[in-house]
């Protein structure tokens, strides 16, 4: 199914202790970026670089597939950045959709749709044969490796030649387990002090959204779908690279990472 419009904003509270934000599309849109910043302190870098690269190798009006967009936070970024761009959003979460159909309701320049990524037949829902970028941010992890190499292969035929794929992702190295150890200690430590400041986790966010009127049945519907929460591999960055090149790509590697992401770039 395909979307182009969602509920109109309309007055809440942008109070995140716990209140709901009723339509307020914006202010649900914060409190996701503040819930996902308490895990990625990082998270606007990976962004920044992503469209660096975008406007690097394929200009500043492109055409994208914000691939499991949730809210549309890429989307979100690129027009910012890229006002002549075009995005194609794909998730099949409902609520998530439903915050990004109410904040981007009346702009002709995004359209979103609802597939699962697992289903072999996604691609013939998108709007478009090809796309100039197809990008992804902290979304693909709960995919094992096998699913996840054959979405590759599926992404590689709809980035044009030219084009880019880009993953910001956890790719967990399994060959450093004293350093893997030591960075989430610290990372936890540096979570809890910053939990006093008020910011909602993923399971507090999930249970203000479960409560407001207006998200509680979407909110129902993605747990019928995901559960709680779905974890796949996580494989390498080495994994990651090898299988896009086997599934088309011809350069594949990282261009930004922190201790525990990788943002990494494929080009076709």
């Known amino acids: 199914m395909t979307t182009t419009s969602g509920t109109t904003s309309g007055n809440s509270s942008d109070n995140t202790s716990g209140d709901a934000f009723g339509t307020d599309w914006r202010a649900w849109q914060e409190s996701w970026d503040r819930q996902q910043e308490w895990y990625m302190p990082d998270r606007e870098e990976r962004f920044r670089v992503m469209l660096d690269m975008v406007e690097a190798l394929v200009g500043p009006e492109p055409r994208v597939l914000d691939l499991a967009c949730g809210t549309g936070s890429i989307t979100s970024r690129l027009f910012a950045r890229f006002p002549k761009a075009v995005s194609t959003?794909?998730?099949?979460?409902?609520?998530?959709?439903?915050?990004?159909?109410?904040?981007?309701?009346?702009?002709?320049?995004?359209?979103?749709?609802?597939?699962?990524?697992?289903?072999?037949?996604?691609p013939a829902q998108l709007p478009y044969d090809s796309y100039d970028a197809v990008l992804t941010a902290t979304a693909l992890h709960w995919l094992h490796s096998e699913p996840l190499a054959a979405l590759y292969g599926q992404v590689a035929e709809l980035v044009r030649d030219g084009g880019v794929f880009m993953n910001a992702d956890h790719m967990i190295d399994e060959t450093t387990p004293r350093i893997n150890a030591a960075e989430r200690a610290q990372r936890h430590a540096h979570m809890e002090q910053a939990k006093a400041n008020g910011v909602l986790d993923w399971a507090q966010w999930?249970?203000?959204?479960?409560?407001?009127?207006?998200?509680?049945?979407?909110?129902?519907?993605?747990?019928?779908?995901y559960g709680e929460h779905a974890d796949g591999d996580m494989p390498s960055v080495e994994w990651h690279a090898r299988v896009l090149r086997e599934k088309g790509f011809t350069e594949a590697r990282p261009v930004w990472s922190s201790p525990s992401d990788t943002l990494l770039l494929a080009l076709k």
Not at 108 to 118: E, G, H, I, S
Not at 212 to 225: K, M, N, Y
Request: aromatic letters at 10%; charged letters at 25%.
């Open 89 to 122: 959003g794909v998730d099949l979460d409902p609520a998530l959709l439903t915050i990004a159909e109410g904040t981007f309701a009346g702009d002709r320049r995004v359209t979103f749709v609802t597939a699962d990524l697992t289903d072999p037949d996604w």
């Open 206 to 225: 999930w249970n203000v959204a479960a409560q407001d009127p207006v998200l509680a049945g979407p909110t129902a519907r993605r747990f019928e779908i």
